[in-house]
């Protein structure tokens, strides 16, 4: 029989309600029968009307909700409660689960006698599945979050957070201690507060707006500001201080993160090392230069053509090679001491160069490579003689040293717009790509070098880029392996 024809004589008003009404609607009898349930139920728990009028609602009930759920009707029909409300699950005919919020009314008659219940079913599935997906979401998000606080305060590394209007936003422990140490007074939290911070060279305090914090919040991003903090400079800590902008999504400014690396080891190391290297370059220096007077001396009062002269000869440029070895280990400690390293005045860059080139000549024939130049016969500039010799000489070197019997090494000099262009090019073996940023580095060797066991300390391109900067200068690589390298100096006139 059809539910309809079971449903007691109600109001047309009501009946059109309940067909028409998008909410689950049924009629419960008080034993748990479906008297009558509307389209909107049927579809939402997947029956058809006969199947809804042959069940209960104990049937279709979760079995886990199905205890507060009678509980609840026991209630209504002992005249507890005449309604009641709960979220439970139900059981769809296709084995599915349904969350729905059910409202429950229970009508007596005039005697006070339960008639029916009329129940009222919202389906919460998507709802709930929604309110489970932001709660995994917020899950991901929180764990995310403590796994970040966590990396943020066990690194090594000073990690701050500036407001665009200098607040301190976040910190980690790290950068709390530098402050500790920069700020031993305590600190307000605000970019630009001085303190015992000073500059790389440690010979003044910083001002309010050299700090680092207070040129990032201007917008400015940097890497490795050198900074000193520490009122007693035998216990001051050095650090290294990058920084990047943080904007917004159009792109305004919102604030700025930095990183201060604690590099003091780094640098004392460094210290030690060039000390070391200047002590033993002037010890070496004293008995170099009086082996060398008495191989000059020998080398005079020797038959040219004897094998002893031959000797002594080669005793001598091995000698002289030593001396200028030394020579560019202290020229090296002399020039990150921060020592001045030129010393300018009018020189024919044109002669520097030819006289180069000839002392390069006897090394490039024994090497079987051929040394090509083409430049001005003048070239008149503002600069150290001696020092620009030094770096003709040293880029020789280099091209000499890398190129293959047979190869040549092309020197040009020029003039554009005021500034002096020196080239030195070789067809040789070329740099390793992933090394080129390297070359101009204190004893650096690339793998080249090692390959070919080519003699050396690895400064020379160092000092060449050490007397170009002293001059205003640039200096540039480029290289192909297989192919070759070409260096390029420019100086100003």
Known sequence: MDARTRMPETDDLWRLTMD??????????????????????????????????????????????LAIDVRLVDRALAGEISSYRITKRYIRADGSTLIGDLSVALLRDSDGLPVHFISQIADLTERQAFVERLDAVEEALDSGQRQVNALFESVSVGLLLVEADGRYSASNRCQRELLDIAFPTGHLGRAGQTGFVYDAGQQHELASGEFPCTRATAGEEFDDVLIWIGEDPDTRRALSVSARAVKDRVGSLT???????????????????DDFVATVSHELRTPLTAALAYLELMDDSIEPGTEVHQHVAAARRNMLRLSHLVADLLFSVRASSGSAVIDPYRVDAATVLREAIEAASVEAEGAGVALVSEGPPSLVVVADGMRLRQVVDNLLDNAIAYSS???????????DEGRLLLTVADD????????????FSRFFRGASARRRQVPGTGLGLSIVRTVVEAHGGEVSVESTPGV????????PR
């Open 20 to 65: 028409h009404s998008p909410v689950g609607m049924a009629i419960v009898s008080p034993a748990g029968d479906f008297l009558t349930a509307n389209v909107a139920l049927c579809d939402m728990l997947g029956y058809d009307p006969d199947e809804m009028a042959a069940l209960s609602f104990q049937e279709i009930t979760h079995p886990e909700d």
């Open 255 to 273: 604030g700025a993160v930095l990183a201060y690396h604690d590099v003091t080891e780094r640098i004392r190391a460094v210290q030690v090392k």
């Open 405 to 415: 019997r047979g190869g040549r090494v092309t020197v040009t000099l020029a003039e």
């Open 428 to 439: 040789g073996d070329g740099i390793d790509t992933a090394e080129v940023g390297e070359v």
């Open 484 to 491: 070759g390298t070409t260096v390029r100096v420019e100086l």
